[in-house]
């Protein structure tokens, strides 16, 4: 079963797909430690009871949240928060309006190519000892290296709550002929868009399963060497075997992600 860990503002908030579905939670994962991703952001949406954790993202600047396109495409900014500054997703102690959403000129809704976007915040981030603003990787690191997820998505597929507390696991990074065997073709979802492979892609997580991205972690930051080298974009179910958790590739839109 495939799934988008978070599903974009365009086609259905708050929704996870049958099969393909956003990034969302993380699945076999542990608390984190106060100082594993201090550039992690809620990106929270309003929905009909309010406003409530709809994808991840990260810091890279006073203003500029990066995410997933698919998280924020068709979005208004207006109806969007986003908090930071802690691991209890409910007592984040920094938040800010968002100004401005972009979403990567090259993004497509129907492959999920160029999965990536950016909130433009109406306050600003300053960098403290608990929140830093993230560095991004001019290259993907080596298949075998071990990368760092994060995320407040499901713990479980079939368990709609969300932890309170900051998860993290660690994925084996794939060779692209892995992730390829993996995910040959479009994967079918039938109420979604079918993403297919694409260089712009980068694979992680162990044949075995056990471990990954799962719904509502759309946009939260895969890190290795101190760099963050993916963002969460879309997986077959949540830590499945044989399924590994595919992210877009930051060193493909590192300069975009940068400009904007």
């Not at 994060?150 to 794939?174: H, K, Y």
């Not at 972690?217 to 830590?239: E, F």
Request: glycine share 12%; aromatic share 6%; charged share 15%.
């Amino acid at each position: 079963m495939l799934r988008k860990v978070v599903v974009s503002a365009g086609i259905a908030f708050g929704l996870a797909f049958a099969t393909t579905v956003p990034a969302a939670a993380i699945v076999g994962g542990s608390p984190a430690a106060t100082d594993t991703a201090p550039y992690q952001v809620s990106v929270l949406m309003e929905g009909w009871v309010g406003k409530s954790h709809a994808c991840g993202g990260f810091l890279i600047g006073a203003k500029r949240v990066v995410t997933s396109a698919h998280c924020i495409a068709g979005a208004t900014a207006s109806k969007i928060e986003v908090r930071w500054g802690g691991l209890e997703k409910g007592k984040l102690p920094h938040s800010s309006g968002v100004s401005k959403v972009v979403v990567h000129p090259g993004w497509n809704a129907n492959t999920f190519a160029n999965d990536v976007g950016i909130l433009q915040l109406s306050g600003s981030a300053s960098e403290t000892g608990t929140v830093r603003f993230a560095k991004l990787a001019s290259s993907a690191p080596a298949p075998d290296t071990l990368a760092t997820v994060t995320g407040w998505g499901r713990t479980q597929a079939d368990d709609p709550s969300l932890p309170n507390a900051l998860q993290e696991t660690q994925l084996p990074i794939r060779t692209f002929a892995a992730c390829q065997a993996a995910y040959p073709g479009p994967q079918t979802a039938p109420t979604s868009p079918d993403p297919v492979l694409g260089s712009g892609m980068l694979c992680a997580g162990s044949d075995d399963g056990g471990s990954g991205i799962c719904t509502l972690d759309s946009g939260d930051p895969l890190t290795a060497d101190g760099m963050v080298v993916g963002i969460a974009s879309w997986s077959r179910g949540c830590g499945e075997p044989g399924s590994p958790s595919v992210f877009t590739d930051v060193a493909q839109v590192k300069s975009w992600a940068e400009s904007q």
